[in-house]
């Protein structure tokens, strides 16, 4: 979701840092109960900071954000008939603020996915394409015989001819 239908990556880093604990090198993208209990001594501590930082995050998204074209893409998918699921690490209310704001709200989601859950539930719905700003994936979902189409920033055009 992050880095594929929304450029979130600034807006969630400055609402980390002003929440108070800026996301370690390396762990964005990670579910942050695996990195932040380390830091604050709590997952109840960690919870807290994260409902701050989603308190923060829709005016660090109206500054840093944007809409990108895989989101006028699952429009026209989802519009068409076509299924379309979200699968992310986001927590549930940053995930509800960014397809709030890319008018997705009905497609399916998937929430705190490791890598490994992506993979099952790619398997279990039986998707044809797949698409995400990270290829540490690739290998897996074209094992299944699905379409892993790497997000870095292509036009709409270019992704329609991809999928």
């Not at 807290?48 to 006028?72: A, C, F, H, Q, W």
């Not at 379309?84 to 995930?95: C, G």
């Amino acid at each position: 979701m992050d880095g594929v239908l929304m450029d979130t990556r600034r807006a969630v880093e400055e609402a980390y840092r002003a929440a108070g604990v800026p996301i370690p090198e390396g762990m964005y993208g990670i579910p942050y109960r695996e990195w932040m209990p380390a830091i604050v001594g709590s997952v109840e501590e960690s919870d807290r900071i994260v409902e701050t930082k989603n308190l923060l995050l829709p005016e660090m998204l109206d500054r840093y954000g944007s809409v990108l074209p895989p989101t006028r893409v699952a429009r026209e998918l989802l519009d068409s008939g076509a299924v379309a699921v979200v699968l992310t690490a986001a927590s549930p209310a940053a995930t509800h603020i960014v397809l709030e704001r890319t008018g997705l709200e009905e497609i399916p989601v998937v929430l705190r996915c490791t890598p490994q859950r992506k993979l099952e539930m790619v398997r279990w719905w039986s998707v044809s394409s797949y698409i995400d700003d990270l290829d540490h994936l690739k290998e897996d979902v074209e094992s299944m015989g699905v379409k892993f189409i790497h997000y870095v920033g292509q036009t709409e055009e270019v992704l329609w001819r991809q999928l």
